[in-house]
């Protein structure tokens, strides 16, 4: 298990660019009051959104995360109602959340959903009429 792992980890960090690359939201901005259901679009710069399963170097996708932090590089990005995964190269969706300030984190990671850490994330906060 150790190994396994250890060569996760490995695979992982020879996926990332040599240089974070931009992580954002497009839709909507920081610190902007929304009506649930709302849109939400997000976009990298420096790297290329890749479905699921790819391992290619300078590749990955999107992971937003509601409500939460980063994950760790080397981390597997967990699956759950917080952490929504876009493993089909989806660069947007739509949300419901209830009444309140929320914030949404974006965080790329590559084909096997393990995080390239902080430095490729973004966290905006949304207030939900």
């Given amino acids: 298990m150790k190994s396994l792992i250890l060569a ?56 937003l995360i509601v409500d939460g932090e980063p994950v760790a590089a080397g981390k597997i990005v967990p699956k759950d109602a917080t952490h929504l995964h876009f493993g089909d190269g989806a660069t947007s969706t739509t949300l419901t959340l209830k009444p309140g300030v929320h914030t949404l984190t974006l965080q790329f990671a590559d084909g096997s959903h393990i995080s390239m850490g902080p430095e490729y994330s973004t966290t905006i906060s949304v207030t939900v009429k």
Avoid: Q, R, Y
């Fill in 8 to 63: 996760l980890a490995l695979t992982a960090t020879t996926a990332f660019a040599a240089t974070p690359a931009k992580i954002h939201f497009t839709k909507p901005m920081d610190k902007e009051t929304v009506t649930s259901p709302f849109a939400v679009e997000f976009a990298v710069d420096g790297m290329t959104v890749e479905k699921a399963g790819v391992m290619k170097k300078g590749t990955g996708h999107h992971h």
